[in-house]
């Protein structure tokens, strides 16, 4: 089978990490099984080179005196994408990869063309620079309550940068999540996150036990 490229994608607090690290759990435990894919990455936007490490810092932990421009934050991600596509994701797909992938693409048009406000089309062109043209295989939306979701990364320690902005920006946020899922319903698929991790992880199994099912027919 061709390399695949997998992203978790949703609001704040949404449970993404949790779901991607107990997929990965259990993709490995198919793995033994059956040899359909020849090795697995786990990663996430930002932070998932070197580079995109130190810039993560730069985003999320709000310490410099001076904030952060909207369209200077968009450029920000996208040199952290840029790296990533070029360092970890592209080789990882060439020799056959399965990757799992905490926020990409949708994450930019949802943050900072929803949430932000900035032109859409401008921000379709920077994430078609940034990738080069890749798009993910499959997106699971890991579809919460904006407030659960932030209750839930509160419960867990302080807020990022990103964390801390209104309410109103992050059901904005959720707003552009709703509104790509309509857009592209092959390429995203809606996860109900409200319930627990095992309830989230079996609807997580579901679908992708359903797209290897596709993926090994077209190969
Ligand atoms: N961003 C990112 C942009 O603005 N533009 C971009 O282009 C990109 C790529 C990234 C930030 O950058 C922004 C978005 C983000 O603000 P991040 O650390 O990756 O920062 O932030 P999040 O993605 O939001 O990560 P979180 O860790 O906060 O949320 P997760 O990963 O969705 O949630 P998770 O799994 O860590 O769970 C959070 C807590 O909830 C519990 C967990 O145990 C944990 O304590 N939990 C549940 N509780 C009850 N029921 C469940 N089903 C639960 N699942 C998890």
């Not at 904006?146 to 320690?157: C, D, H, W």
């Amino acid at each position: 089978m061709q390399g695949k490229l997998i992203v978790f994608e949703g609001v704040e607090g949404s449970g993404k990490t949790t779901q991607m690290l107990l997929s990965r759990d259990w993709l490995l435990e198919r793995m033994e099984k059956s040899a359909s894919f020849s090795e697995m990455a786990i990663t996430r936007e930002p932070g998932g080179t070197e580079l995109g490490k130190a810039l993560r810092r730069l985003l999320l932990e709000g310490t410099l005196t001076h904030p952060i421009q909207d369209r200077t934050e968009l450029l920000l991600y996208a040199a952290d994408r840029s790296q990533h596509v070029e360092e970890v994701l592209k080789p990882t797909l060439a020799a056959g990869g399965i990757i799992l992938c905490d926020r990409y693409t949708d994450s930019t048009i949802a943050y900072q063309g929803y949430g932000r406000g900035l032109s859409l089309s401008l921000i379709e062109k920077i994430c078609q620079m940034a990738t080069d043209g890749l798009e993910s295989d499959l997106t699971l939306w890991l579809d919460v309550d904006v407030e659960i979701g932030l209750a839930r990364a509160k419960a867990r320690g302080s807020a990022d940068r990103m964390e801390q902005a209104d309410l109103a920006f992050h059901q904005r946020v959720q707003q552009g999540f709703r509104a790509l899922a309509a857009a592209y319903p092959q390429r995203i698929v809606r996860v109900d996150a409200s319930g627990t991790e095992v309830e989230v992880q079996g609807q997580i199994q579901a679908i992708l036990t359903q797209r290897f099912r596709e993926w090994s027919v077209e190969n």
